[in-house]
């Protein structure tokens, strides 16, 4: 069994046309009891039935914005938490959205639970009508910390995820640059639905959660998910 915690995928179509995903995977009862709901400009990880027993003190860490959008300026972020938010509202110019990804990331640090998971964000934006689509990602751990602009060709999607893949004892990964743990991933479709099948399909069946995705379709975001 790999279990690999929370993961954001960013990349392009095989059309070309920028897209994300996103997972949640969980090892307990508990951690399973969650669903990803599209809501305007956003996608939540909540609650199936209601803050459960012993969730209360860390429930901004289990429910929390996932996906957070606009559709112009184009604009999407993407990540395992409350920076998903932070992020989105303090991004404006490419120059100043690679800063504060590192600047939230860096004063959030990674979350204060037990295995001091990692936070991982992703940001897809087009700073103006001409221009080139942008792709960002970030991770900090307890040890490591990285934010990078990447170029991503068609039909290439990469992924962080906030553990390293053993069931019995989550570690995050360790990394120089983020270069040296971006891995592909090999989803298949082109739509939103496609995706959010595609990476649910591709996570271990024993921890999945839920997923969720986003590709740009005619001029705004088509978002899904797929839960448990």
């Known amino acids: 069994m790999v279990y690999l915690g929370r993961v ?7 059309e070309g046309r920028p897209c994300c995903a ?4 969980g090892r307990s009862r508990s951690s399973r009891m969650r669903r990803a709901i599209l809501h305007h400009k956003r996608v939540a990880i ?11 003190d860390q429930a901004s860490l289990i429910f929390y914005d996932c996906i957070t959008y606009n559709d112009y ?14 992020i989105f509202d303090l991004f404006s110019s490419e120059e100043s959205s690679v800063k504060n990804m590192r600047e939230i990331l860096k004063e959030l640090g990674p979350e204060p639970d037990s295995y001091h998971t990692p936070r991982i964000a992703g940001a897809i934006w087009k700073p103006s009508k001409d221009s080139p689509w942008r792709y960002c990602v970030g991770m900090i ?17 990469v992924y962080l995820s906030t553990y ?6 989550p570690k995050a990964p360790k990394f120089d640059s983020i270069d040296d743990i971006l891995k592909e991933i090999d989803l298949e479709g082109s739509s939103a639905g ?11 069946h024993k921890f999945i959660v839920c997923t969720a995705s986003a590709v740009w ?12």
């Open 8 to 14: 954001v995928a960013i990349g392009r179509t095989k």
């Open 22 to 25: 996103y997972a949640v995977s």
């Open 46 to 56: 909540e609650p199936l039935i209601g803050v459960q027993e012993g969730q209360g």
């Open 73 to 86: 300026p184009p604009l999407i972020v993407i990540g395992n938490g409350n920076q998903v938010n932070s």
């Open 141 to 157: 751990t307890s040890e490591d910390f990285d934010v990078k602009i990447i170029t991503i060709p068609k039909n290439r999607l």
């Open 164 to 169: 390293t893949g053993d069931e019995l004892e």
């Open 194 to 204: 496609d995706f959010a099948d595609s990476m649910f399909d591709w996570m271990d």
């Open 217 to 228: 379709m005619n001029d705004r975001w088509e978002l899904a998910v797929r839960n448990r």
